[in-house]
């Protein structure tokens, strides 16, 4: 059970280990001209609080785009607003316009710190803390909600990104679980709505779109002389009036808006950045899609995951349940990771491998230590279910001497002089392959679950008609019974009649 003490408890650990890992570097710490994430945050609050919001996505003499232009949606783009005004009036240096590009300082540092750690707090943790307070309880654990909201918080990939790298991702995973607990909890069009705004604070959330607009269609086509049509008309009046209030100071003006679009959807920067672990980067070791490929040839790369992404949605449209909608989540993003054009390595936050990412930034002694810490707590504290199928000590022990051999390899080895990217690539390759394997379960997981719901459905009916035909017997044996016994009861008074 969710106890307040043990809450409190526990979300004190996880803040601490977000606070232990934010004393260390951030990305781009000392690096200039370009630094790294934490200057595009702190600059985003720069154009946000200095310019009018019209400009704050257009390139001009006040707002150059090639230094780190803003280029996610524009709840993003308040929330820098809103952090700029704090930070203008604690210290107006630190978003001086073009002046202040490059500004560290360990009071700034501090700023940027607590301004992660106060979105995570109230929007991430509430989130992790209603998905698991909805749950039924454990049967034999009463303490197994607690246990899986302590391994939500304390999962390595989040806090190391959001701590160490510098981001927000906790903002849009929060908001996007919200969501997920809402359809769970049979509020739709809150679920809705709380999509919308995770959608428009980081357009990774698209990863997410298709489970989410199949599975509440698939459910109001199911109940439509149950009133699923007025449901799905409040879900687009939901989603429709969102949109528009998020957008709506760009809708003003039509090249305002075409112009936040292109930002958000680099088509020019190439079919992918940097090393991460997809097919097109993992098959740039034979094919270089980079140098050949046009734009609309990476264009047509969208048709490539929209075909991948068909069977999960087909089926959660046609067969709609939470369980199916659950996989499906995990299937439409690992299908974006790996097919999708400009994807980029923090992109697939869950089963993350980021090891050449968080060297770059300093981040090398966290990443051990959660890597060595997480797995013991999660075999210390995960509730297994007697239904589920955890892979063989073979495959695991496969898995992890890959992952521990490349680190090691990566760290102390230098690479080859002619192959700087040697490391970096062959851990893609190899989380590629893992991520592979993973889609391929996770759809079989999908289309094979229901198969025993809808079997115990037949049965369940037929034990129903079962029922209901000894029901039938046993009325109709009472009646004749109680026929015999009246008249039997009728001739011995004849008889007593007679009798007398």
């Known amino acids: 059970m969710l106890t307040f003490a043990k809450i409190c408890m526990v979300s004190l650990v996880a803040v601490l280990a977000r606070w232990c890992v934010s004393l260390g570097d951030y990305s781009g710490a000392g690096k200039p001209p370009m630094f790294g994430d934490y200057e595009a945050q702190r600059h985003w609050q720069e154009v946000a609080v200095n310019l009018p919001v019209q400009e704050w996505y257009k390139n001009s003499s006040r707002n150059d785009l090639m230094y780190w232009g803003l280029d996610y949606p524009p709840l993003t783009a308040y929330h820098s607003y809103l952090c700029g005004l704090v930070a203008k009036y604690l210290k107006p240096d630190w978003v001086a316009l073009n002046i202040s590009r490059g500004y560290e ?111 509440l269609l698939g459910t109001c086509l199911r109940d439509i002389r149950r009133g699923g049509f007025w449901r799905l008309v409040q879900i687009g009046l939901a989603v429709l009036a969102t949109f528009a209030t998020c957008w709506a100071p760009f809708l003003l003006d039509l090249d305002t808006a075409k112009q936040v679009l292109n930002r958000l959807f680099p088509f020019a920067r190439g079919v992918f950045e940097d090393k991460v672990a997809n097919v097109w980067c993992s098959l740039s070791v034979l094919i270089k899609w980079k140098q050949m490929m046009t734009l609309e040839q990476i264009l047509k790369i969208l048709c490539v995951t929209g075909a991948c992404l068909l069977p999960s949605s087909v089926d959660l449209l046609c067969r709609p349940s939470f369980t199916k909608f659950r ?56 509730p297994i279910r007697p239904d589920t199928a955890p892979p063989t000590d073979t495959q695991f022990c496969i898995s992890c001497v890959g992952q521990v051999f490349l680190s090691l390899a990566l760290v102390i080895f230098p690479p080859p002089a002619g192959l700087p990217d040697l490391f970096p690539l062959v851990i893609s390759v ?17 289309f094979t679950a229901g198969i025993s719901v809808h079997h115990s459905h037949k049965t369940k009916a037929a034990n129903g008609k079962n029922s209901k035909t000894v029901s039938k017997a046993m009325n109709k044996a009472t009646v004749e019974n109680t026929t015999k016994h009246k008249s039997m009861a009728n001739k011995l008074k004849l008889r007593k009649k007679k009798h007398d």
């Open 430 to 446: 190899f989380s590629c392959a893992h991520f592979l394997l993973f889609a391929a379960y996770f759809h079989y997981c999908q």
């Open 327 to 382: 996989y499906a989540l995990v299937n439409s993003s690992l299908v974006f990771f790996l097919f999708s054009f400009q994807v980029h390595e923090k992109s697939i936050l869950i089963p993350a491998f980021m090891l050449p990412l968080l060297v770059k930034d300093g981040q090398l002694v966290p990443y051990i230590a959660f890597m060595l810490l997480y797995p013991l707590l999660f075999n210390a504290f995960n």
């Open 105 to 215: 300082s360990y009071e700034h540092k501090l700023f940027m710190r607590y301004s992660v750690l106060l979105v995570d707090v109230f929007i991430f943790f509430p989130a992790v803390y209603w998905t698991f307070a909805a749950r039924k309880p454990h049967l034999t654990d009463q303490d197994a909600s607690v246990k899986s909201y302590l391994l939500m918080l304390l999962y390595p990939g989040l806090i190391l990104i959001d701590y160490g790298h510098f981001q927000y991702n906790c903002v849009s995973l929060g908001l996007a679980l919200l969501a997920v607990t809402s359809l769970a909890t049979n509020h739709d069009v809150l679920g809705s709505v709380l999509f919308c705004l995770a959608l428009n604070y980081k357009q990774m959330e698209l990863y997410h779109a298709m489970p989410f607009f199949c599975f």
